[in-house]
């Protein structure tokens, strides 16, 4: 459905989020954990008591991102990250410096390089597109979307296909569960012909079993809390374990991978040691809510490889294979906007926002000159964000006149106010 300019030009295009760039995972689970419940909160109740038009939220091990659209700015992302705050648990201080803010076209962009995996603790990770869809199944299902971001994130999800199937990064290997089975072969050799316990049945179990098989695995066994492990081993070659058979199958396997995500653990210290003495064992923790407790990881003889330890030994990209998906994903975010806003406006907004940054930069770089860097990283994060609120009216503004034809009364503006020589297409 094609977007109406008298539509287009009254909202806002928002993010608020973070990952593992600039959030430990221990408080990115406190967001996963709480996802429904924020998502609940933000998007269920009417627009004219949250400012919230429509949204998506996205929730993985590694990241957590809103997405939605606003007529009112200010308010509704104040809104936004009180309830964040309050829901899990982080305070409002933590939540509002560790919660980027975008607007605009920058969250296209975002969007689209994370549905293909260029912003991944594994770039290029085989998950991620998956998570996406799932979030924005969801947000289909539960009537919160827009017309607008139908359109984002079907063509987000689009452009990932092109990035797998053109680029060496679909190739296979390049997801978490990967990386650890790598790190436990490195450290205790071929996992092929030993046995192996999954814990869990959702998506990332079934990664993990896929990847098991790949590396041949002699036999794999599926524990399920919920009970769903017979259900799921039909259809995956695997073998079910019940509540009673859960100790004695940790006691004969090689190597257990915990992916459930349940809010309460599996296996605690007890249970490990009454099943397999001092037996060594591997045990692959990717997921935020652990189904290891604490106290597993203080014996002696288990392995916990975790996200952190994923993190450290995520493989570098061959430099060529990420241009060549950037390259893919810049000129499908390009299209996206030209499909979205009149192009002859958009070197205009450029020009002024990159004007704006260039005096940020400037300022941000006497400060650290003055007082060091951490004061400097406090008062970057401030402006960048007054400025993103402070350009959003100018832009969208911009965008609106076209229709009028007064978008060279706007360059002159531009070039009065701001000294800017605005190139646009037809000029060329």
Known sequence: MPLKWDYYSRVALVLIGASHHNLALSKLELL????????????????SETGISGGVLVATCNRFEVYFETEVFHSTVDHALQAISEISGLGAE??????QVSAGFSVV???FSVAAGLDSMIVGEAEIAGQVRTAFTHAQKEKTTTPLLEQLFQRALATSKV???????????????????????????AIAGKRAMVLGTGAYARVAVAALQRRGCKE??????????RQFSETHDTTPISNDGLQEALANTDLVVGCS???????????????????????????????????????ESVDVIDLEVVRVNAPKEHGEEIEEARDIVQKAVVKFENEQSARTMDPAISAMR???????????????DRVGDAIAADVEFSLHRVTNALLHTP??????????????????????????????????
Do not use: C
């Open 32 to 47: 996963e954990r709480e996802a429904s419940q924020i998502r609940e909160r933000l998007f269920s109740a009417p627009a």
């Open 395 to 428: 832009s969208v503004r911009a965008r609106s006149l076209v229709r009028d034809g007064e978008q060279d009364d706007y360059r002159t503006a531009i070039q009065v106010l701001f000294g800017i020589d605005v190139e646009t297409p037809e000029d060329v």
């Open 354 to 368: 990159s004007h704006v940054g260039i005096l940020i930069d400037l300022e941000v770089k006497r400060v650290r």
């Open 261 to 299: 995500g349940n809010a309460t653990s599996i296996l605690n210290a007890d249970f490990v040691r009454a099943a397999r003495g001092d037996k060594f064992l591997p045990m692959i923790d990717v997921a935020l809510s652990s189904d290891f407790a604490s106290d597993v990881r203080a014996l």
């Open 163 to 189: 990035v797998t199937s053109s680029t060496g990064l679909g190739a296979a290997g390049r997801s978490i569960v990967d990386v650890a089975l790598n790190v436990v072969e490195s450290r205790y050799g």
């Open 94 to 99: 933590q939540t509002n410096h560790s919660l």
């Open 220 to 229: 794999i066994s599926i524990y399920s809390a919920t009970g769903r492990a």
């Open 109 to 111: 962009e975002h969007v």
